[in-house]
């Protein structure tokens, strides 16, 4: 950079265009408008020529934060739903007035941001009820005083509970959990929403009475009997008010309130058919009860078995008490899991950047080796020509031929024959320092070039190990990813069963692991919690759940701290698998280079590896035992096995010694609950299945671990029987003819009617194999054999 230069600054400039916000939504526009319309129309008669209508201008009052952006709205549909009901309302046009003027108060009480307006706005309302009764009624002023102020005090109690509901309202399909005077205020709103829609009728059949019952039946089968039958006792009482008829409106809705959310648990279909049998009951022994009334009711409950299953499940949701804890915990789950997840990303990220970096100083390395030549040219010259009397005569005026004769000295060098060009034997008067620097010259740069590579190497097998833990992170991302789902409804029916069964327990909890497989972890204060397991809860469970369940194969963990016992059940798999393994090693060696291993999973799987390690003795053995267990600890983990191969490829690479002895891996997982298997082979040779005389040759054509960046496996699914048996074998099996290497087909013939005994077919197939290679061993053999056995 120069400096002095003059830069030109610049200025931020601010983008000058407005931003156009739409406020609220057509939806909420609407709304305001019918809930105004609704409420305003609901009538308290006490006498037939005495009534009130409080809640129009209540909820004018109660509407603040969003709502307060629908006033004109909520007004107009106020002022029509009094209009609708002046044939029945006395003062109707104090009513309209009134609105009018209290949402005048109320915008200019937002504009100049007025605090306390309440007090203010309810002596409005009484001034305009008083001023309203003298000039209209002629009835004396002690009566006016007397019923604006009943008026007026009974808008003071419904604003706020308009209010507090409309409050509530905003918080749904939100993760704001309801308490049950919050979730019965929201049913009360809805009940005076549906007593607003009058006596219309068709063929003196009520459109109310059937929208009634129907909201009472979804409030009582999403969010139980005591909800049902609160909000039936408010609708009861809001409607019998309306229309002078208290005792059977509360009788007709809260029973229905009652009855189908006893009856919840067994579906729509039966909890409808449960309160139709009681209203017709008691319409039997009842003078109120009519066939107007029965045909109501039959309607309301075809309407609520039409209601679609999303709607119920998103209504179960919010009002549940139980439901809305498991998707508030599950939410939570997912924001924790969310953030270790994005630095689980950020980590993989970062170690993919230090990859592409390091790969990019190799990079840089090859740009400094295109100016090799010139430096080494020029430290030539600077230790023979600097103090050379023809210096001059050389570069200044010869340069070019003096240049290339220079780099034809060093060429010869590096190639080990030595000569001294001709243009440089004719002018130079120093070609014995000449020839010495430059062989010095070479000779270093050949041991620096030495270094760098071995540098450059190093960098290059750092770079790749990144990467490849880069992409094993990946994997286990997705592993993470995988979602466990929590079984909340299970573990209710599990406590009712323990608390009837007298079973001691201190917790129950169930969930679906990532296979989808039941578990439940019980916590009891048991000493002999396995024995007591057995005996008294598993019974329970499997009457429960209607499958086989048994205990997990870590048993029962015992804390000894508190002394409680933790037992993991889990569903019984259908199939089990029994392993046998004849191994030999190399004559003349005490230590075999196979490894194998077989075992439960605690997902449900049967694992098999056999892993041979290229050579023999003890280096073998701890290459290839290093690949067995750390494949068994990843799966057994949870990870998934191609997460597993690919970090360990990783790893094995970085541990694999100058020599590079390589190890194969031959892995067999069997889903015990579907008897599904799955053979991954790396480097591995055939394996073989054999079912009665029928036998299944698994093969493959991949290499060992460590020899490519990206490891090269095969991966072939199968479907496993009872009485199925798998022989899994190393390399040694079948190296027995130096002129037919690898061939199997004798052991294919000889598999057709061998013995179905696993420990026997292991020891006889090792047997046969030492006696096809004349009695001597010649490489490590492994046998491995298992049986698949059907449990129900």
């Known amino acids: 950079m120069q400096y002095g230069v003059d830069i030109s600054t610049y200025k931020r400039v601010e983008n000058k265009r407005k931003e156009l916000k739409i406020q609220g939504t057509p939806i909420r526009a609407v709304a305001s408008l019918v809930i105004g319309f609704l409420l305003s129309r609901v009538l308290l008669s006490a006498t037939i020529d005495m009534g009130i209508a409080p809640f129009g201008i209540a909820y004018l009052i109660g509407m603040k934060g969003e709502r307060g952006k629908y006033t004109l709205l909520s007004l ?4 029509a739903g009094y209009l609708s009901i002046g044939g029945n309302l006395e003062g109707v046009a104090s009513y309209c007035i009134g609105a009018v003027i209290i949402t005048s108060y109320i915008e200019i009480c937002k504009r100049f941001e007025v605090k306390g307006r309440d007090v203010v706005t309810f002596f409005l309302i009484f001034s305009v009820f008083i001023i309203y009764n003298m000039l209209i009624n002629n009835k004396p002023i002690e009566v006016n005083f007397i019923f604006s102020l009943l008026k007026t ?16 309202m905003d918080e749904l399909s939100s993760n704001y959990f309801f308490s049950t005077e919050e979730m019965i205020s929201i049913g009360i709103l809805i009940c005076l929403l549906i007593a607003g829609i009058g006596n219309a009728s068709i063929f003196n059949i009520h459109l109310r009475s059937i929208l009634a019952l129907a909201t009472i039946a979804i409030f009582a089968y999403t969010g139980g009997a005591g909800l049902g039958a609160a909000i039936g006792v408010s609708m009861g009482f809001i409607i019998g008010i309306t229309n002078n008829d208290i005792i059977t409106a509360v009788t007709l809705y809260s029973l229905c309130g009652l009855i189908i959310g006893v009856f919840r648990e067994t579906g729509r279909f039966f909890s409808s058919a449960a309160y139709s049998i009681i209203y017709f009951i008691i319409w039997m022994y009842s003078n109120t009860f009519n066939i107007y009334g029965g045909i109501e009711v039959l309607l309301s409950i075809v309407l609520f078995m039409f209601i679609p299953k999303f709607l119920i499940d998103s209504i179960y949701k919010e009002f549940n008490q139980d439901k809305k804890i498991e998707v508030i915990n599950d939410n939570r789950i997912n924001g924790v899991k969310g953030e270790f997840l994005d630095r689980l990303n950020s980590m993989k990220s970062i170690l993919a950047s230090l990859s592409n970096s390091i790969i990019n100083l190799g990079e840089n390395d090859i740009l400094s080796l295109n100016n090799k030549g010139s430096a080494m040219v020029e430290s030539l010259a600077d230790r023979v020509c600097y103090n050379c009397e023809l210096r001059q005569k050389c570069w200044d005026r010869n340069l070019h031929s003096t240049f290339e004769g220079f780099s034809e000295l060093l060429s010869s060098c590096e190639s080990k024959e030595i000569y001294l060009p001709k243009t440089l034997d004719k002018v130079c008067v120093k070609t014995t320092s000449l020839m010495k620097n430059a062989q010095e010259i070479v000779n270093n740069y050949t041991v620096n070039e030495a270094l760098r590579t071995r540098l450059t190497e190093g960098r290059n097998i750092i770079a790749n190990h990144m990467n490849n833990i880069s992409d094993t992170m990946d994997g286990m991302i997705q592993d993470f990813q995988k979602d466990i789902s929590i079984c909340t409804e299970i573990d209710k029916l599990l406590r009712k069963a323990f608390n009837r069964s007298k079973i001691d327990y201190l917790d129950v909890f169930s969930y679906l692991d990532r296979r989808g497989r039941m578990k439940i972890k019980v916590i009891t204060t048991s000493s002999n919690s396995e024995r007591y397991c057995v005996k008294n809860i598993i019974p329970v469970i499997n009457t429960l759940v209607k499958v086989p369940v048994s205990i997990a194969n870590n048993g029962v963990m015992i804390d000894p701290e508190t002394g409680e016992s933790t037992i993991i059940i889990e569903e019984t798999p259908k199939y089990h698998m029994m392993s046998y393994v004849a191994s030999k090693p190399k004559e003349g060696e005490t230590a075999i280079g196979d490894s194998h291993s077989f075992s439960n999973n605690n997902d449900g799987t049967y694992i098999t590896i056999i892993s041979d390690g290229m050579g023999s003795g003890e280096e073998a053995s701890s290459e290839s035992s290093l690949a067995v267990d750390l494949i068994q600890k990843f799966i057994e983990s949870g990870f998934s096995e191609k997460t597993a191969i690919n970090t360990i490829n990783s790893v094995m690479a970085m541990k694999f010694n100058e020599d590079e002895k390589f190890t194969t891996m031959d892995l067999g997982v069997v889903d015990l609950y579907t008897g599904d298997v799955e053979f991954i082979k790396i480097g591995g040779v055939v394996s073989f299945i054999k079912r009665g005389e029928e036998i299944k040759v698994v093969k493959s054509n991949t290499l060992p671990f460590g020899i490519l960046d990206d490891v090269d496996y095969s991966s072939e699914k199968l479907k496993l029987k009872h009485g199925d048996i798998i022989i899994s074998i190393s390399d040694g099996v079948l ?8 061939s199997y087909y004798w ?37 491995l054999v298992s049986k698949l056995y059907s449990i129900y």
């Open 153 to 168: 005090l009974s808008i003071v109690p419904v604003k706020y509970m308009i209010s507090y509901a409309l409050r509530c």
């Open 747 to 783: 052991l294919l013939e000889y598999l057709e009617y061998a013995d179905t005994n696993p420990a026997a077919l292991a020891n006889d197939i090792l047997e046969k194999a030492i006696a096809l290679s004349g009695g001597k061993v010649k490489d490590d053999m492994t046998v």
């Open 735 to 742: 190296d027995i003819d130096k002129n037919n290497i690898g």
């Open 76 to 79: 107009i549909g106020v002022i």
